[in-house]
C-alpha cells in the first residue's frame, strides 16, 4: 500500500544548527510530495511541495529533493531558529488517475530547538 | 474569506451524544478533505468531497460517522453516539481542485467523557 515513514522524535537541537528530517515513502507510480508544519497552538500550514523526480521544494530556508531512486524527501535546514520549534509532517498523494488527492502522512516529528 | 474555518474550535460531549462539526472551505475550492489527528493514529483522512461527484467515504472509520457538503461550499461531520475513542482534533481542508494544495483550518477539537 501507500504509507510515509519519517524518523522517531522529538528532535532537540540547538539554534543555528543543521537540521535533517528523514522521510521515506512507499507508492505506486509518481506520488507529489509535500512537508507540512504544526506550529504549537495552530494549525497544518503546508512548508514545501515537490511534484516529480529531482524537484527541489523550498521555502522559509528549508530544502527538499524529491529522490524517487531512494524514495526519499528528507528536509533540511541549514541554520536552525527557536521559531522552527514545531511537529513537521511528511505526506504524500497518489499520482494514479481517479485518485481523490487525500494526503497520507507520516507519524510526524517534533522538532525543539533551544536557544 | 481568507482561509479555512472551523467550528466550533472546542467540543466536549458526552457519551452517547451526537456532535456536528463545521467547515467553511476558502471560497471557489471545488475539493474539501477532512481528516482526524488523534494519539494513537496520527493523521488519517475521512472523506473527500469534489465539486457534484459522489464522495469519497473510505477513510470514514464507521457508520455512525457522516458528513454533507451543501451547495458546493459549507460541509458538516455528523458523528452519531459518541464514544470515547472518537476524541480527536478534526481537521478540514480544501483545494482549488483535486490534487492542488490543500489548506487546512485550525480544526476543532473533540473531548469524548
Known amino acids: 500500500g501507500n504509507s510515509v515513514t519519517q524518523m522517531e522524535g522529538p528532535v532537540t537541537l540547538s539554534e543555528e544548527a543543521f537540521l535533517t528530517i528523514n522521510c521515506t515513502y512507499t507508492?505506486?507510480?509518481?506520488?507529489?510530495l509535500f512537508w507540512y508544519v504544526q506550529y504549537p497552538g495552530e494549525g497544518l500550514q503546508l512548508l514545501l511541495k515537490?511534484?516529480?523526480?529531482?524537484d527541489k521544494g523550498s521555502n522559509k530556508g528549508f530544502e527538499a529533493t524529491y529522490r524517487k531512486e531512494t524514495t526519499s524527501f528528507h528536509l533540511e535546514k541549514g541554520s536552525v531558529q527557536v521559531s522552527d520549534s514545531a511537529v513537521y509532517f511528511c505526506?504524500?498523494?497518489?499520482?494514479?488517475?481517479?485518485?481523490?488527492?487525500?494526503?497520507?502522512f507520516g507519524q510526524g516529528t517534533t522538532l525543539q530547538v533551544k536557544p | 474569506g481568507a482561509g479555512v474555518s472551523q467550528s466550533p474550535s472546542n467540543k466536549v460531549t458526552e457519551k452517547g451524544k451526537d456532535v456536528e462539526l463545521r467547515c467553511d472551505p476558502i471560497s471557489g475550492h471545488t475539493a474539501l478533505y477532512w481528516y482526524r489527528q488523534s494519539l494513537g493514529q496520527g493523521l488519517e483522512f475521512l472523506i473527500y468531497f469534489q465539486g457534484n461527484s459522489a464522495p469519497d467515504k473510505s477513510g470514514l472509520p464507521s457508520d455512525r460517522f457522516s458528513a454533507e457538503r451543501t451547495g458546493g461550499s459549507v460541509s458538516t461531520l455528523t458523528i452519531q453516539r459518541t464514544q470515547q475513542e472518537d476524541s480527536a482534533v478534526y481537521l478540514c481542508a480544501s483545494s482549488l481542485v483535486t490534487k492542488e494544495t490543500q489548506y487546512f483550518g485550525p480544526g476543532t477539537r473533540l473531548l469524548v467523557l
Open positions: 515537490a511534484t516529480k523526480a529531482d
Open positions: 505526506a504524500l498523494i497518489r499520482s494514479l488517475s481517479g485518485n481523490t488527492g487525500k494526503l497520507i
Open positions: 507508492a505506486t507510480g509518481y506520488p507529489s
